[in-house]
């Protein structure tokens, strides 16, 4: 670990995130809206990219509402 700082109060759940994501492949945040689930994500990212990981940051946007399967697309276009 290491790197960017974790957000307030949440180093303990960022080090929580990365040894599932390592030991399972796979987290899930849930929580409601504004509790800080993206912000922990974008710390968690920026973590791993430090560490030279590839991260792919798939995020729906209000533009993408009328294309079907347009946050698809992105995510292959970015891969
Ligand atoms: N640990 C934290 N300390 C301070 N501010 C935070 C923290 N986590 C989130 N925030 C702020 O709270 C707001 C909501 O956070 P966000 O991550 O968008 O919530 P969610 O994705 O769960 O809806 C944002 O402005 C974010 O910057
Ligand atoms: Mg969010």
Partial sequence: MGGS???VGRE????RLERVLHS????L???TAGVGKT????AEAARAEARGE???WLATLP??????????AALVASA
């Avoid at 912000?39 to 974008?42: D, K, N, R, T, Y």
Wanted: overall charge negative; cysteine-free; hydrophobic content about 50%.
């Fill in 5 to 7: 700082p974790a957000p």
């Fill in 12 to 15: 303990e759940l960022l080090s």
């Fill in 24 to 27: 399972r492949g796979r987290a």
């Fill in 29 to 31: 945040l849930t929580g």
């Fill in 39 to 42: 912000e922990v994500a974008l």
């Fill in 54 to 56: 590839t991260v792919l």
């Fill in 63 to 72: 533009a993408d509402r009328d294309i079907p399967g347009a946050a698809a």
